[in-house]
């Protein structure tokens, strides 16, 4: 079950009250895709993830909460450009403030993360040139770092893999298969590698990937990240 309750929140930027519909509670059965996107009934509440101030624009996962640099952020050209983009779902634009944030603090993964959910959202309206543009944009927060994170790279392969960018999938996948890496990782690696060959774009699960195993996995990760959206205390 998902509950919402109705309540209001004094901007931490600004200063102004708004009423915003807060999620309490909600659950997840079943296997996340491949990107890491929960399942049902979690996935459908993507756009209660963020708010947004109506008055200075502020976006945040509670908008009470911040930090010098959120209101800073506000006076900036990045945040002008994004909050301010052409013909854009505002569940989608909502997402790409946040994301301008994340780079202008330097949280690369953070905006990766926050792009990749605003291309979540385009996949929900049937939006296929939209989230596949997205998703390119969101693996370019990525570009030119040294990513070791092997939990981030999964998800950035599938990002290239559903946005049809074949080579850099591929290059990746060369990679990732240099390390010589043991279950799940390498079963997940040969399932992109194999709809890579076959031009599938397509959404799939970790459970299909797996090929329906049950053995429990363990991320060994140190770089492990968790999606920003899936703390529902906030």
């Not at 509950?3 to 600004?14: E, I």
């Not at 506000?74 to 569940?91: C, K």
């Not at 944030?101 to 996949?123: I, K, M, N, P």
């Amino acid at each position: 079950m998902t509950d919402y309750s109705a309540r209001t929140h004094r901007c931490y930027c600004c200063g102004k009250n708004s009423e915003h519909s807060v999620l309490v509670s909600s659950n997840s059965f079943g296997s996340p895709d491949l990107d890491q996107r929960p399942p049902e009934m979690f996935r459908s509440t993507i756009q209660s993830w963020l708010q947004e101030c109506p008055d200075c624009g502020y976006v945040a996962p509670n908008i009470e909460k911040g930090d010098a640099s959120a209101c800073t952020f506000l006076d900036t050209s990045e945040f002008r450009a994004a909050a301010l983009e052409p013909a854009l779902d505002p569940d989608v634009r909502r997402f790409l403030v946040r994301a301008a944030y994340d780079a202008y603090v330097e949280d690369r993964r953070s905006a990766f993360q926050h792009t990749l959910a605003a291309a979540w959202v385009a996949d929900d309206r049937k939006q296929t040139a939209e989230a596949s543009e997205l998703r390119l944009r969101a693996a370019k927060y990525l570009a030119g770092g040294n990513i070791r994170s092997i939990d981030l790279r999964l998800r950035l392969l599938d990002a290239l893999r559903r946005a049809s960018n074949w080579t850099a999938a591929e290059a990746l996948i060369v990679e990732l298969v240099a390390e010589r890496l043991e279950y799940p990782f390498a079963e997940i690696i040969a399932f992109h590698r194999s709809k890579i060959a076959a031009g599938d774009p397509g959404r799939y699960t970790i459970e299909q990937a797996l090929d329906g195993k049950r053995e429990p996995i363990t991320f060994q990760d140190p770089e492990l990240i968790s999606s920003p959206s899936h703390d529902t205390s906030r």
